[in-house]
């Protein structure tokens, strides 16, 4: 077994998490873990060489030193474990990306008592420098935290299993409580860069007097979006230094283009073709063209609209796709 299968094994046995669990998830007291940080240690050795001083030299205001930094630490433990304590944990909302960008996870956090909850930290147990901010839990108040987690393949990204921690009050002890909420995201294929001009042929349909967003008269500008066309780009623009815009444009008539998988050039491999559909998808939409996509097994009639793309573009994510990616 691996190292990795090992840590999994552990944790899930010492801290009872075996996968995404229900909401909403309760942090009872069976599930916060606290240990003394570096400081922490650091303050014990301390205290422990002043009160051997402090013995061998029968020094009274060395004991009381002693205790009373002591018992301030001592008293910390409890402090940090009541940080945690009672907290609700439950999965947000979670919007599809394309490979390649990051995918945003929003957890609801919910604090029921009457005391603030101060010095929160939220991370991916595995990825600790995907941390978010610390934040801070008003009494009887929701918070929203946003997990940020690399989409590196196509298919159904699960949220991993987080951890959530605090160092209140005074950095001295680590308290922490593992979980895992049942949230996933969509990735879509990265659309190719450089694909070929859309599929234009027998399925074009003029219709005198409509006005959309076809190919063929310059309309306007509009706001870049990531997953627009780089052939789209007002390049002239953004040389002069000016913000990023895609051009529109105002076609003859509406028109509709079939998206077929049979289509494609035989030497393409499955990435490569789901790649090439999905930057047709996308322009063809940005277009205001009619489309519809040809997938083995799977047809969709042509239409338009974000209901339409997100059908397709989930279509082309999930083709051949058995399991969910792992997360980081």
């Known amino acids: 077994m691996t190292r990795a299968g090992i840590r999994s094994r552990l944790q899930r ?3 009872r998490v075996g996968g995404p669990e229900p909401a909403p998830i ?3 007291q069976r599930r916060i873990f606290v240990l003394p940080t570096g400081f922490g240690l650091a303050l014990g050795l ?10 061998n030299y029968a020094l009274s205001l060395g ?3 002693t205790f009373l930094i002591g018992s301030v630490a ?3 433990i409890h402090h940090a474990f009541r940080n945690l304590v009672d907290l ?3 999965p947000g909302r979670s919007e599809a990306v394309f490979c390649g960008s990051p995918a945003h996870f929003s957890i609801l956090l919910h604090n029921a008592s009457l005391r603030p909850r101060l010095g929160l930290e939220l991370f991916p147990t595995r990825s600790p420098t995907l941390r978010a901010p610390p934040f801070s839990l008003l009494p009887e108040s929701t918070s929203t935290q946003e997990i940020i987690i690399p989409a590196t393949a ?3 990204l699960r949220l991993p299993r987080l951890s959530l921690e605090t160092r209140h009050p005074l950095g001295l002890i680590r308290a922490w409580s593992l979980f895992q909420p049942d949230l996933r995201c969509l990735v879509y294929p990265a659309p190719e860069a450089d694909a070929p001009p859309l599929p234009f042929g027998d399925d074009t349909r003029p219709g005198p007097g409509a006005h959309g967003h076809g190919q063929d008269d310059f309309a306007g500008l509009r706001h870049h979006q990531p997953a627009d066309s780089p052939r789209h780009v007002a390049w002239k623009s953004v040389a002069r230094g000016g913000p990023w815009r895609t051009k529109q444009f105002a076609g003859a008539g509406s028109q509709s283009v079939w998206l077929d998988w049979q289509g494609l050039p035989t030497n393409l491999g499955l990435d490569a073709r789901l790649s090439r559909l999905a930057r047709w998808v996308v322009d063809a939409d940005a277009s205001g063209v009619d489309y519809g996509l040809r997938l083995p097994g799977t047809e969709f009639h042509p239409a338009r609209g974000a209901a339409h793309r ?5 279509a082309l994510a999930l083709f051949g796709a058995s399991d969910e990616q792992p997360a980081p």
């Open 74 to 76: 001592w008293i910390s």
């Open 154 to 156: 196509r298919g159904w």
């Open 13 to 15: 046995w010492l801290f």
């Open 63 to 65: 004991f009381g030193l």
């Open 88 to 90: 609700a944990i439950s």
């Open 46 to 55: 301390t205290l422990l060489v002043m009160l051997l001083a402090s013995i």
């Open 310 to 314: 997100h059908a397709c573009l989930s």
């Open 26 to 28: 309760r942090l009872g």
